[in-house]
Nanobody
C-alpha cells in the first residue's frame, strides 16, 4: 500500500491543522495505521495510532488531549486533527500502516509501510 500525507503548513501557536493520509488501496479492517513525526535533529517519534476499525486509539503523552486520530474507511483516508498547537509540535509528520492487529494500548513502533511526510511549522 502507498501512503501520502498532506495538510501541513505554517500555523501560529494555539492554532489548528488537520492532516490527511490517503492510501492507494483499501485499508479499512486490514491495516493498523499511525502518525509519527520527526523534528529537526531528533529521532522519529510516535504520535498516535488507530486500529483497523477505528474504534481503538492511542496517543503519545505529549499530544494527548490536543490531537485526535481518526479514519474514514470508506475513503481509505487517515486523519490527524491537531489543536492547541505548540512550537514544539514543529516536525515532519508522516503516516504509516501495518497489517499486524493493534489493541490501541501501546505506542506503535515497527510499521511496514510509510508515506512521505508533510511539514508542520508552529510559530511562537
Amino acid at each position: 500500500v502507498q501512503l501520502q500525507a498532506s495538510g501541513g503548513g505554517l500555523v501560529q501557536a494555539g492554532g489548528s491543522l488537520r492532516l490527511s493520509c490517503t492510501a492507494s488501496r483499501r485499508t479499512g479492517y486490514i491495516y493498523t495505521m499511525g502518525w509519527f513525526r520527526q523534528a529537526p535533529g531528533k529521532e522519529r517519534e510516535f504520535v498516535a495510532g488507530i486500529n483497523t476499525s477505528g474504534v481503538r486509539t492511542y496517543y503519545a503523552d505529549s499530544v494527548k488531549g490536543r490531537f485526535s486520530i481518526s479514519r474514514d474507511n470508506t475513503k481509505n483516508t487517515l486523519y490527524l486533527q491537531m489543536n492547541s498547537l505548540k512550537p514544539e509540535d514543529t516536525a515532519v509528520y508522516c503516516c504509516a500502516a501495518d497489517r499486524a492487529p493493534y489493541s490501541g494500548t501501546y505506542p506503535l513502533r515497527s510499521m511496514n509501510y510509510w508515506g512521505k511526510g508533510t511539514l508542520v511549522t508552529v510559530s511562537s
